[in-house]
């Protein structure tokens, strides 16, 4: 059972995936302080299998020549990492967790909290998954995300899923 008011969504169902991909767009209203975020692999094969696991938020882009001051943003988003899941190369029994939220947080020896403002390694028109492993970015946590992964290694596969529990604010 649930705390009271959270919410707790599937992300990334589960699916076996042999080549680099992303999730689609989930709607993740405001108002939520953090997110508990977890990853599980269910079965992994090839030769030195690796895969990377990123939650990312979407942020829109204005479209020059047609977007105005005060309009909705119509040209392509680009991603911003929130959170890089440590590189899974083998199946685990229990999923790994992480921990995101709006306010400041030590980091731990399992992760890196990144706090800069300067996003600009891992924003771009490709939605590249830049963010170093076992880190996550403080901030706001609304709005569009979707799970991206990179999978590497000779014929590799890895069935896999992703889910979150939403924490509200308090009140």
Same mark, same amino acid.
């Given at each position: 059972m649930s705390q009271i008011n959270t919410r707790e969504i599937c992300l990334l169902g589960p699916a076996t995936q042999t080549t680099t991909g992303t999730g689609p767009d989930i709607n993740l209203i405001q108002g939520w302080q953090s997110a508990i975020i977890s990853a599980t692999v269910l079965t992994v094969s090839? /030769?030195?299998p690796t895969l990377d696991i990123f939650v990312q938020k979407k942020i829109g882009q204005a479209l020059v020549g047609t977007d105005t001051s005060g309009s909705f943003l119509t040209g392509t988003a680009v991603y911003d990492d929130l959170l890089h899941f440590t590189q899974f190369t083998t199946t685990g029994t229990v999923p790994r967790?992480?921990?995101? /939220?709006?306010?400041e947080l030590a980091s731990s020896a399992n992760s890196t909290v990144i706090t800069t403002v300067d996003y600009l390694n891992s924003v771009n028109a490709s939605g590249a998954n830049?963010?170093?492993a076992g880190s996550a970015r403080v901030g706001p946590l609304g709005g569009l995300w979707r799970?991206?992964?990179?999978?590497g290694g000779t014929s590799p596969s890895f069935a896999f899923f992703v889910q979150c529990t939403l924490i509200p604010f308090s009140t």
């Open positions: 090839g /030769t030195s967790i992480a921990n995101l /939220t709006t306010g830049a963010l170093a799970i991206s992964w990179t999978v």
